[in-house]
């Protein structure tokens, strides 16, 4: 049984409250470092811990604050939640040292996982998903910061979010969220953060930028979704192989930005787990995969392109998917273009000096299985692309050099019927920016390592390890002055029975989440934080730094 169908298996058995909830007895809210319960009970019951993540708070500066409601919505259809915002008084308008998003949820009963957004004068500034609920309810919070989005903030905005949803009589679940923002004013030595003077939405493909752009990037809210074979994307197969998911070139996906139809960037999409997925909800109830509450964008940096986009004229900024099958949904790409303008020019001009891209490499062999063995598809693609420019700005002549180069190597093995179903995967993600003397590498890896069987009595087990790491170094004149590591793990191994009401699923399952952040990124030096679960019950929440 493939994953896209055990998950519908899964969802068709759901949840069964027999009359109204019990009260829930009082829990640490998400988040909390209490002492968590000493022993897990044997089995999952109808109630949890609340749903919390091992990443670290927002930090914030220690002066005044303001806060201001931006959403407050029940979501039971796919009815926008639409409202205004207007910026608070008091804490320094537009000169705030740093804008963090919270997001409070509730749900109960029975219900998918859904994707939410979230934009502001069209400028998507929160891309989340929801944890599945007990039949007692569950609460959750997401913090983001947004003090990037400044230029936005500053002025009166229209609002909308959206968690599309389904409720009747077997889904019951109604989500409700309320989202905050809380400014805290540039006070003393406190000076706002390095952010972008304009941020525009791409709701159409032809921008206009100011003439005096002196920096440029692009963020991509990127995500596969829809409960299609795309959310399982990186499962995919070509269509010669027996499999349930099909795509034609095989698993390999790439994110490109395109400017007038050359392209421009390019990224190795984070294969992102909701918290339905690998056939078994029972691996996510309270610790989700790594950014399945908060998906960051990913970020090109096009400032070489700023002498073409300088000229007065709308250009068109564009992005895609390569890999996705022709006339196949499945991904959102929403984005939006930071700008950073030159204050003491009103034209800034220069231009594109080098455009290097090599062959894109995509590779998928099948090996059929032998009697009573395992297909394998194995995967090895890859791509590479260095762009350069100039602007002559009033601080002197600007050089930018970036340098992106992707690889994605997987495993996928399956037995007929596919009662079993493994992965082994790896992305690789390398950056390098230089402007002028500075230059600033990054080097992101991405993994996965799985498998759902079906077993006697169908007994469905999924194990399951997931890793998010991000290495990045700084140097200005060949010289290191900045390094740090960001590293999330994840480890799940849950069983339950399939195709029986939940009373008699007996599901058990432990996960462990570890966040480790080192370097001037972690504020303090050091942030490692550990969370553990066994059948919905917290068992460790341990703090080493």
């Known amino acids: 049984m493939g994953l896209f169908a055990a998950l519908t298996l899964a969802a068709g058995t759901p949840v069964v409250t027999a009359g109204p909830a019990a009260a829930a007895p009082a829990r640490p809210a998400a988040g909390s470092t209490a002492d968590p319960a000493p022993a897990p009970p044997a089995e999952f019951g109808t109630d949890w811990h609340d749903p919390l993540t091992a990443a670290p708070p927002v930090e914030r500066p220690a002066t005044r604050s303001c806060r201001v409601t931006l959403a407050e919505a029940r979501f039971s259809d796919f009815t926008p939640y639409r409202g205004s915002y207007t910026p608070p008084e008091g804490c320094g308008r537009g000169r705030w040292a740093k804008v963090v998003l919270r997001l409070d949820g509730a749900v109960k009963g029975r219900q998918y996982d859904r994707l939410g957004n979230l934009t502001l004068g069209g400028v998507e500034i929160l891309r989340t998903s929801t944890p599945q609920p007990s039949p007692d309810g569950i609460t959750w919070?997401?913090?983001?910061?947004?003090?990037?989005y400044r230029d936005t903030l500053s002025r009166p905005q229209p609002v909308e979010m959206l968690i599309g949803n389904v409720v009747n009589d077997t889904y019951?679940?109604?989500?409700?969220?309320?989202?905050?923002?809380?400014?805290?004013?540039?006070?003393?030595?406190?000076?706002?953060?390095?952010?972008?003077?304009?941020?525009?939405?791409?709701?159409?493909?032809a921008v206009t930028t100011p003439r005096n752009t002196e920096r440029l990037v692009a963020e991509v809210y990127a995500t596969g979704s829809g409960g299609g074979c795309e959310e399982y994307w990186y499962m995919t197969v070509p269509d010669a192989a027996p499999y349930s998911c099909k795509a034609t070139d095989g698993p390999y996906r790439e994110v490109r930005v395109s400017v007038d139809g050359r392209l421009a960037g390019l990224a190795a999409p984070f294969p992102t787990v909701w918290t339905g997925g690998w056939s078994n909800p029972f691996l996510w109830y309270v610790t989700p995969g790594p950014r399945a509450f908060d998906v960051p964008p990913i970020r090109y940096?096009?400032?070489?392109?700023?002498?073409?986009?300088?000229?007065?004229?709308?250009?068109r900024v564009e992005v895609s998917v390569t890999g996705v099958p022709a006339g196949q949904s499945g991904w959102s790409t929403p984005a939006n273009l930071l700008l950073w303008q030159d204050h003491g020019r009103r034209v800034v001009t220069g231009a594109l000096t080098r455009h290097d891209e090599d062959t894109p490499t995509n590779s998928s062999r099948w090996t059929p299985a032998p009697t009573g063995g395992e297909h394998r598809l194995d995967t090895d693609g890859g791509h590479r692309l260095t762009v350069a420019g100039y602007l002559d700005t009033s601080h002197g002549r600007v050089t930018t050099t970036v340098t992106r180069a992707v690889r994605n190597t997987s495993a996928h093995r399956w037995t007929d019927g596919e009662a079993r179903d493994a992965l082994t995967a790896s992305w690789n993600d390398e950056e390098s920016v230089t402007r002028g003397p500075t230059t600033t590498r990054t080097v992101r890896t991405y993994t996965m390592d799985g498998a759902t069987t079906l077993g006697t009595g169908d007994r469905l087990r999924t194990v399951l390890a997931l890793g998010d790491r991000a290495d990045t170094v700084t140097l200005r004149g060949g010289r290191e002055v900045d390094r740090s590591t960001l590293d999330d793990r994840y480890a799940g191994d849950a069983t339950y029975t399939a195709n029986v009401p939940r009373d008699q699923r007996h599901a058990v399952g432990t996960t462990t989440a570890r966040y480790r952040l080192y370097g001037?990124?972690?504020?303090?030096?050091?942030?490692d934080r550990t969370v553990g679960t066994a059948q919905g019950t917290l068992t460790v929440d341990r703090r080493r730094c």
Do not use: M, Q
Request: proline residues 9%.
């Open 172 to 205: 019951t679940g109604v989500i409700d969220v309320k989202v905050t923002l809380t400014f805290y004013a540039a006070e003393g030595a406190t000076a706002p953060a390095d952010t972008p003077d304009l941020v525009l939405p791409l709701t159409t493909p």
């Open 301 to 315: 940096d096009l400032t070489p392109y700023a002498a073409l986009l300088n000229d007065g004229r709308p250009h």
């Open 141 to 148: 919070n997401v913090e983001k910061d947004v003090t990037r």
């Open 520 to 527: 001037s990124g972690s504020g303090d030096g050091c942030y």
